[in-house]
């Protein structure tokens, strides 16, 4: 399946990634950063301060930055080389409203807390959204965790929780690739997988005040799904 690559020289990416510089490319990212900006600017406001955790090669943040100049887009990612290739899509992208990279790691007690100083003092909550973009399937159940605690504490009222990946509902996968995509993810790490909106995201969306909005499909049974603070 187009977003699911089979080849994991890269173990927090699953894909094979190539690289020019620092910079890394991502053969998925450039399949769907496209259909992704575009939910994101539906749902962001035209104006704001969006912080993006796992940026991973920094492709996603410097496309979506670049249409859209009333936000500044913060990206990071607590993976050294994932960082080092987001400060480069930065340099080059040139754009006033792209910062960062920062380290933020969800699964960090309180996240979020004491980053000011590193950040510049813009950098600061409460944001108008979070985007999180193929995270928390690859990553232990705490990151998911971690993330919706995070966005309670540091968005807005009214702020955006934007989620983009493969999910279930109600335990059923979407597709026959999603469920071998899930058993694939498993087997590399049984604290990961493809998380259950119902089942998983719910009960950590109604324990952060966020209420979900909107489900968008997309390509490769792929979801962006809309949480809003309370
Ligand atoms: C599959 S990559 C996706 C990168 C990028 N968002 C994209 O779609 O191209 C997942 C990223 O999440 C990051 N990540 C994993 N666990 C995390 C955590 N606990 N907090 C923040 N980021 C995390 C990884 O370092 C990795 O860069």
């Not at 969800?106 to 000011?116: L, P, R």
């Not at 690859?138 to 989620?163: C, E, H, N, Q, S």
């Not at 026959?176 to 590399?188: G, Q, T, Y």
Request: proline fraction near 7%; glycine fraction near 10%.
């Amino acid at each position: 399946m187009a977003d699911k690559p089979d080849d994991h020289p890269r173990e927090i990416a699953l894909e094979a990634r190539t690289i020019a510089g620092e910079k890394l490319y991502s053969p998925s990212a450039s399949r769907n950063r496209d259909a992704i900006r575009d939910v994101v600017l539906e749902v962001m406001p035209s104006e704001g301060k969006i912080l993006e955790i796992g940026g991973g090669t920094g492709e996603h943040g410097a496309h979506i930055a670049a249409a859209a100049p009333g936000l500044t887009w913060h990206s990071g990612d607590p993976d050294p080389a994932s960082r080092a290739s987001i400060a480069a899509w930065i340099e080059d992208a040139g754009l006033a409203n792209l910062r960062g990279p920062h380290a933020v790691d969800v699964t960090a007690e309180d996240w979020g807390a004491d980053w000011g100083a590193d950040w510049g003092v813009e950098a600061g909550a409460p944001f108008d959204g979070l985007v999180s973009i193929n995270m928390i399937h690859i990553a232990p159940f705490a990151a998911a965790t971690g993330l919706f605690a995070g966005a309670g504490r540091l968005l807005k009222r009214g702020g955006v929780l934007f989620l983009y990946g493969p999910f279930s509902r109600e335990g059923v996968h979407s597709a026959p690739s999603n469920e071998a995509f899930n058993a694939s993810l498993k087997s590399r790490d049984p604290s990961w997988g493809v998380r259950d909106l119902e089942h998983d995201l719910a009960p950590l969306a109604q324990k952060n005040a966020l209420v979900r909005e909107m489900i968008v499909e997309m390509p490769a049974n792929n979801l962006c799904v809309v949480f809003r603070k309370q």
